[in-house]
C-alpha cells in the first residue's frame, strides 16, 4: 500500500478556509493564495503541478466521493470540456472578479458603502453580518473578503454539484484558473502552440 504524504491530505484546506470565512470573512483573503499559487508554478515552473498535486478543492471533490460514495462517475457532457465554454466560463469568472475589484474600489473611494453579504450563486443576496467586526480592516478589505468568499464559495457549490452528476473531479475540465495556466504553460513551452490552445 502507498503510503500517503502531505500533500494527500490538502482536501482539508478548503474546509478550513469556508469553516474560517465563515466566522471571520477576513480570511477569505487567504483564497488569494488559490488564485496566485497556480499561475506561480506555471510562469516560473512551466507546469500544472499546483493543480495536478496542490489543489486542496480538486483533492476534496476527489475524497468525498472515495470516503461517501456521492458521486454518479458518470461521463459529463462533452460540451463541459470544449474549449468555447472552458473560454466562456473563464471570461464570465474574471468577469466576476473584476465586478468584486471595482465594488472594493467604490468602497475605498467612499462612494460606496460596505455589503455585508455573500453573493451565491451571483444572484444570491445572503447577510453574512455577524461575520465582521467593524473597524477591524478598512472597509474596502473587507468589501474585498466578502466578494472573494463569495465567488470561492459560488465556484465550490458549482464543483460540488459537477461532483456528485458526474465524475468527482468534474469541475478541473473547465476550472477557470486551470484554463489560464495550460495557456501559461503551453506559451512558456512552445508558444507557437498558443493557436492549438485556443483552438
Request: glycine share 8%; net charge positive; with cysteine.
Amino acid at each position: 500500500m502507498k503510503r500517503k504524504s502531505w500533500r494527500d491530505h490538502l482536501w482539508v484546506w478548503p474546509i478550513v478556509y469556508f469553516g474560517l470565512g465563515f466566522f471571520n470573512i477576513i480570511f477569505a483573503w487567504l483564497g488569494m493564495i488559490d488564485f496566485m499559487l497556480p499561475f506561480m508554478f506555471a510562469i516560473f515552473g512551466g507546469n500544472k503541478y499546483f493543480c495536478n498535486h496542490l489543489c486542496g478543492r480538486g483533492q476534496l471533490f476527489a475524497f468525498l466521493p472515495e470516503k461517501f460514495g456521492c458521486s454518479r462517475k458518470k461521463l459529463a457532457p462533452k460540451w463541459l470540456s470544449s474549449s468555447w465554454f472552458r473560454y466562456c466560463f473563464l471570461i464570465f469568472f474574471m468577469a466576476m472578479f473584476a465586478s468584486v475589484c471595482w465594488q472594493s474600489w467604490l468602497v475605498f473611494g467612499g462612494t460606496s458603502s460596505l455589503r455585508e453579504t455573500v453573493r451565491l450563486l451571483w444572484v444570491m443576496n445572503v447577510p453574512w453580518d455577524w461575520a465582521y467586526s467593524a473597524g477591524g480592516v478598512p472597509e474596502w478589505a473587507a468589501q474585498f473578503a466578502f466578494g472573494l468568499y463569495s465567488l470561492m464559495l459560488t465556484s465550490a457549490i458549482i464543483g460540488l454539484i459537477m461532483m456528485a452528476l458526474y465524475r468527482p473531479r468534474t469541475w478541473c475540465t473547465f476550472c477557470p484558473i486551470g484554463t489560464v495556466t495550460q495557456v501559461i504553460c503551453r506559451l512558456k513551452n512552445n508558444p507557437s502552440r498558443l493557436e492549438s490552445t485556443l483552438s
